[in-house]
Nanobody, 127 residues
Framework: QVQLVEGGGGLVQAGGSLTLSCEASGSTVSTYAMGWFRQAPGKEREFVAAIGRSGVSIYYADSLKGRFTIFRDDAKNTVNLQMNSLKPEDKALYYC????????????????????WGQGTQVTVSS
């Protein structure tokens, strides 16, 4: 079992950048496909980005391509989400999630695929 702790959230002006981190403990993150999701007030949780165990398979929500980058550092047991050109609509609680999988390339694009979740880190973007 893996425990996930997100960090790096905060308040930023529109156009600014943040890098979220997800630190895993209890297990090595290299054994999981990893994803980021977000949930804004009054909205459903939505997919942001995911990365396979190999680090080669990477997927983004279409609306976020070009602004967000997911990357993993297995040596530090972390998965990070770099967010650039932030917009007020990016305001949300951002969650890190881990998917148990034996596949090096497969990643889940829906929340139901993920087995473990962090508590979330808040991102607020001021206009």
């Amino acid at each position: 079992q893996v425990q996930l702790v997100e960090g790096g959230g905060g308040l930023v002006q529109a156009g600014g950048s943040l890098t979220l981190s997800c630190e895993a403990s209890g297990s090595t993150v290299s054994t999981y496909a990893m994803g980021w999701f977000r949930q804004a007030p009054g909205k459903e949780r939505e997919f942001v980005a995911a990365i396979g165990r190999s680090g080669v398979s990477i997927y983004y929500a279409d609306s976020l391509k070009g602004r967000f980058t997911i990357f993993r550092d297995d040596a530090k047991n972390t998965v990070n989400l770099q967010m650039n050109s932030l917009k007020p609509e990016d305001k949300a609680l951002y969650y890190c999630a881990a998917e148990r999988t034996s596949s090096w390339g497969a990643v889940g694009l829906s929340a139901e695929k993920y087995d473990y979740w962090g508590q979330g880190t808040q991102v607020t973007v001021s206009s």
